[in-house]
Nanobody, 133 residues
Framework: EVQLQASGGGLVQTGGSLRLSCAAS????????MCWFRQAPGREREGLVC????????HYRDSVKDRFTMSSDNAKNTVYLQMNSLKSEGTAVYYC??????????????????????????WGQGTQVTVSS
């Protein structure tokens, strides 16, 4: 069974930090681009960062690139999102998603936004992050 299991969310104060995890199973991890998204109440889902599995490069949303860091432990089929200096706008459900690398690259070449919400192959169930002030 293909699964993406996000975890690590919780309640933090403004300026605090959290480390999210996404454990993948049931597919060839190294062949898939892994991404983090978030969705706040009443707002559209937005992409935060994707890891290009082909070359290991990271593609960050401008609003978080100085505070969030994505990493990968390929041996454990797990990606992480280290979130520092959290703001109130960070209150959202955070999701991980995966798309086969060859398709992801082709869509970018055809003009798709790098962090756009597309028909990803797999989505996790999400983990809640609440930033209090």
């Amino acid at each position: 069974e293909v699964q993406l299991q996000a975890s690590g969310g919780g309640l933090v104060q403004t300026g605090g930090s959290l480390r999210l995890s996404c454990a993948a199973s049931g597919f060839t991890f190294n062949d898939y681009v892994m991404c983090w998204f978030r969705q706040a109440p009443g707002r559209e889902r937005e992409g935060l960062v994707c890891r290009n599995s082909g070359d290991g490069s990271m593609h960050y949303r401008d609003s978080v690139k100085d505070r969030f860091t994505m990493s990968s432990d390929n041996a454990k089929n797990t990606v992480y999102l280290q979130m520092n200096s959290l703001k109130s706008e960070g209150t959202a459900v955070y999701y991980c998603a995966a798309e086969i690398h060859t398709v992801w690259i082709r869509r970018l070449r055809l003009g798709a936004p790098v962090l756009g919400v597309r028909s990803y192959d797999y989505w996790g169930q999400g983990t809640q992050v609440t930033v209090s002030s």
